[in-house]
């Protein structure tokens, strides 16, 4: 779980200050690859997840039905992942806790569906797409409970904190 | 095609043939589910199973023949799925230059927001365009990603076929691709700014004024994380669990024409009975192919 206000070391806390102190500019903060490569691979993963869900139940579909659920896959994760990682970097702490919450979400859902490929011979589902989903939601789930993530989460919240009259 | 046996007697050969077994192999392929096969014997066309509902399988037809019974384009090898190679290729490049500028765009912003001005804050405009341009660019990611998996057998082939089709398609890429570069452009230049002024504020070098966190602090922050999380630590303990750590495996592409035609390949032979042609000798050659409907047209005298 995020730290709360009172456990940000006081290392971080200096940093703040003299950045918005004016003394020091810090182009990337810590954290900055863990945050980027946690919200790419979340979204790899998504579309992978979804491309196989779509071409495994909507085989007799239309084509135009099938790129019309590709497109909501996006919006949705428009919606819930891309949007609260930019409120992260606004100083909202949790909007990464919702990240999170998706991201398990995921996880779970492709780790089933990727089981139940396994195990029931006479299903529709790939393995292969489900096995890499499965793979790159949970790197980017264990991106998010790195050290590093928190401490990027902690910079933008603490500035924002601190930046208030 | 794939290459299997020579009938000297092609009708013998048609009533040899399972059409339930090889129905239901032939709808294990993916993309041939619901495809309509066709038995040639050079004379004669017979009909294994029709046409199904309007899908992509509808386009595809499945076809049986003996060899050397007629018409010379059967005997053509055809490798199934050969121009798609090349777009699945592209299309992996394309999802890598997207996902390549999803990531420089997200940089951009990550900076422009942690650059601000001393006032707490960047101007409304430069955060929309900053943000607009993360959005832009992670949707062009997702598209190429989405793209690249329909030309895999796991997708479907006609989505890319009908998007690269439409207008607004294109359109909407465009747009993206503009709203993308306009962000980072504005971004950049708002960091940029910040940096000037603080430069003409003091007397401080632009390195001494860039100066991030080199690896001391940072190691330094991480020890001091994990010290709150896990107060009492010993520095031992500490070291040892600052060294651990796992990454998931890589997996490698398939080879997209040559699985086809195994899979088509036992799936008719797995509807073939060919325990006749043991006893008697005969060799038995016949070929197997997949006809793609690419239009249809009306020809009216």
Not at chain 1, 126 to 135: Q, R
Not at chain 2, 23 to 39: E, F, H, Q, S
Not at chain 2, 140 to 165: K, P
């Amino acid at each position: 779980m995020f730290m709360m206000k009172d456990q940000y070391p006081p290392a971080l806390e200096r940093l703040v200050d003299e950045v918005l102190a004016g003394e020091r500019i810090i182009l990337l903060p810590p954290g900055w690859l863990s945050f980027i490569l946690s919200q790419l691979l979340l979204l790899v993963g998504c579309v992978v997840l979804g491309g196989s869900l779509i071409n495994s139940f909507g085989t007799d579909a239309a084509v135009t039905e099938k790129v019309s659920w590709q497109i909501a896959v996006l919006l949705m994760y428009l919606m819930v992942v891309l949007l609260p990682g930019l409120l992260v970097t606004k100083g909202l702490p949790r909007a990464a806790l919702w990240v999170r919450v998706v991201s398990i979400c995921v996880v779970l859902l492709s780790g089933a569906l990727l089981i139940t490929s396994l195990l029931w011979e006479e299903s529709t589902l790939s393995f292969k797409p489900l096995l890499l989903s499965t793979v790159t939601t949970t790197s980017a789930l264990f991106l998010q409970h790195t050290s590093y993530y928190q401490l990027f989460v902690g910079f933008f919240w603490l500035k924002r904190h601190k930046s208030r009259p | 095609m794939a290459n299997m046996a020579d009938e000297t007697q092609p009708l013998n050969f048609f009533e040899r043939l399972d059409e339930q077994v090889l129905c239901t192999n032939v709808d294990k392929i993916p993309g041939l589910k619901n495809a309509r096969i066709v038995y040639f014997d050079g004379k004669n066309l017979i009909e294994i199973r029709g046409h199904s509902p309007p899908s992509l399988a509808s386009r595809r037809t499945v076809v049986i023949s003996p060899t050397g019974v007629g018409d010379r384009h059967l005997n053509q090898e055809k490798k199934v799925g050969n121009d798609r190679d090349g777009r699945f290729l592209v299309e992996l490049g394309g999802a890598a230059l997207s996902c390549g500028a999803a990531f420089f765009s997200w940089v951009v912003v990550i900076g422009s927001g942690a650059a601000a001005p001393i006032s707490g804050g960047t101007s409304a405009a430069v955060t929309v365009l900053a943000w607009s341009a993360a959005g832009a660019t992670s949707l062009q990611c997702g598209n190429s990603v989405y793209r690249a998996f329909n030309e895999t057998e796991y997708g479907d082939q006609a989505i890319n076929d009908y998007l690269d089709s439409e207008q607004w398609y294109q359109s909407t890429t465009t747009a993206l691709d503009v709203i993308s570069v306009l962000g980072v452009v504005a971004s950049a230049g708002a960091t940029l700014r910040v940096v000037l002024n603080l430069k003409k504020a003091s007397s401080k070098s632009f390195k001494e004024i860039l100066k991030g966190l080199n690896r001391h602090e940072r190691k330094r922050l991480t020890e001091e994380i994990i010290r709150s999380q896990n107060p009492g630590i010993s520095n031992k303990t500490l070291k040892a669990l600052v060294r651990s750590g796992a990454y998931p495996a890589r997996y490698s592409q398939l080879i997209l024409t040559q699985s086809l035609k195994l899979q088509l390949k036992d799936a008719v032979g797995a509807a073939l009975s060919f325990s006749g042609s043991a006893t008697t000798g005969v060799i038995r050659r016949v070929y197997v192919g997949v006809i793609e409907e690419l239009e249809t047209l009306d020809v009216r005298n």
